[in-house]
Nanobody
Framework: QVQLVEPGGGLVQAGGSLRVSCEAS????????MGWFRQAPGKGREFVAV????????DYGDSVKGRFTISRDNAKNTVSLQMNSLKPEDTAIYYC????????????????????WGQGTQVTVSS
């Protein structure tokens, strides 16, 4: 069992930056991949980014490519999402997720692949 907690989040102006983190209750090195998803009001959950346990493979949603960077620190059991050049449309609840076993990177864009989820953290970008 892995419990995920996402401290951080908050309010930022458009064009600004924010970093959200995900803390796991046990060694994240035992998880194959860690991902971030987001859900805006009235919309479905959207894939944001994923990173494999070694950190050598990452993927991003089209809407955040070039602006967001995912990273992980297995020694600290954390995964972080650095968000730059934020836009009002980035406003959403951001969720951290963990995948226990191997899956093709492409599949990890699908929320149904993940075994554990955090409670979410609100990110609001004002215009």
């Amino acid at each position: 069992q892995v419990q995920l907690v996402e401290p951080g989040g908050g309010l930022v102006q458009a064009g600004g930056s924010l970093r959200v983190s995900c803390e796991a209750s046990r060694r994240t090195a035992r998880t194959y991949a860690m991902g971030w998803f987001r859900q805006a009001p009235g919309k479905g959950r959207e894939f944001v980014a994923v990173i494999t346990w070694s950190g050598d493979s990452t993927d991003y949603g089209d809407s955040v490519k070039g602006r967001f960077t995912i990273s992980r620190d297995n020694a600290k059991n954390t995964v972080s999402l650095q968000m730059n050049s934020l836009k009002p449309e980035d406003t959403a609840i951001y969720y951290c997720a963990a995948k226990s076993s191997w899956a093709p990177l492409l599949n990890l864009k699908n929320e149904n692949e993940y075994d554990y989820w955090g409670q979410g953290t609100q990110v609001t970008v004002s215009s």
